[in-house]
């Protein structure tokens, strides 16, 4: 727990991780001298590459098999250009170019794993933004940024909740046929939150009509 002031990457540098560890990480984690830290505890990390970020790669071999959906563009390897990141980190690099289809823009993955293959490292960070992607919709659906209380107990207990919630909710969209984006899904639950239904039947056909479940009328022929 901070208040909030802390940079991500000080608080990274505070974190023990055992060896062998997998550590992926956005740009606000490019620093050489922890990188170079978590090679020698024998860790292994992706991070993803700032745009000013200087280096001398030789491409790496690399086949990309028939019919895959992988976007790795170029797989380099080689060492920092700079005098300040050399001496920072001067061991041996790896980066792979990958191309996001949402944002339209080519990203560099740096690590200083040499035997996985091309896609893992993809794979990896398309993990991680599954999970920022988690926390992003707490804060905006949930309305996490702001507090009832401020003690560090009630903070906590109130992030437990939001966790539970979130859950909860995501395992409802799943389980629904109907296909719910999810802020729609948590709008109609609070508007029926004190509404008896069938939870399991409302989810797969939130716009059922109640006369869709009666019994069609009976037609009696006139006698004449």
């Known amino acids: 727990m901070s208040d909030g002031k802390k940079h991500d990457i000080t608080a990274a540098k505070e974190m023990e991780f055992p060896e062998g560890s997998v550590i992926v990480a956005d740009r606000g984690y490019m620093d050489f001298s922890w990188l170079y830290t978590l090679n020698k505890q024998k860790n292994f990390f992706v991070v993803r590459c700032r745009e000013n970020v200087k280096l001398d790669l030789v491409e790496r071999p690399f086949n990309k098999p028939l019919g895959s959906k992988s976007n790795v563009q170029v797989d380099w390897e080689g060492y920092f250009s700079l005098y300040k990141s050399k001496k920072d980190y001067p061991n041996k690099i790896r980066m792979v170019q990958i191309w996001d289809e949402n944002e339209q823009v080519y990203i560099e993955l740096l690590t200083n794993n040499f035997s996985w293959t091309a896609s893992t490292i993809e794979e990896l960070y398309k ?37 539970i919630t979130i859950l909860l909710l995501k395992s409802l969209q799943r389980a629904a046929k109907h296909t719910w984006h999810l802020s729609n899904l948590i709008a109609f639950i609070r508007l029926n939150l004190f509404v008896k239904i069938n939870l399991q039947k409302w989810l797969d056909k939130p716009f059922l009509d109640d006369t869709e479940n009666q019994k069609p009328p009976t037609i009696q022929w006139q006698m004449f």
């Not at 933004?129 to 560090?152: R, Y």
């Open 127 to 163: 993990r991680r933004w599954s999970i920022e992607s988690f926390f992003k919709e707490i804060k905006t659906h949930l309305k996490i940024k702001s507090f009832v209380g401020t003690s560090i107990n009630a903070v906590l207990v109130q992030i437990w909740t939001a966790l």
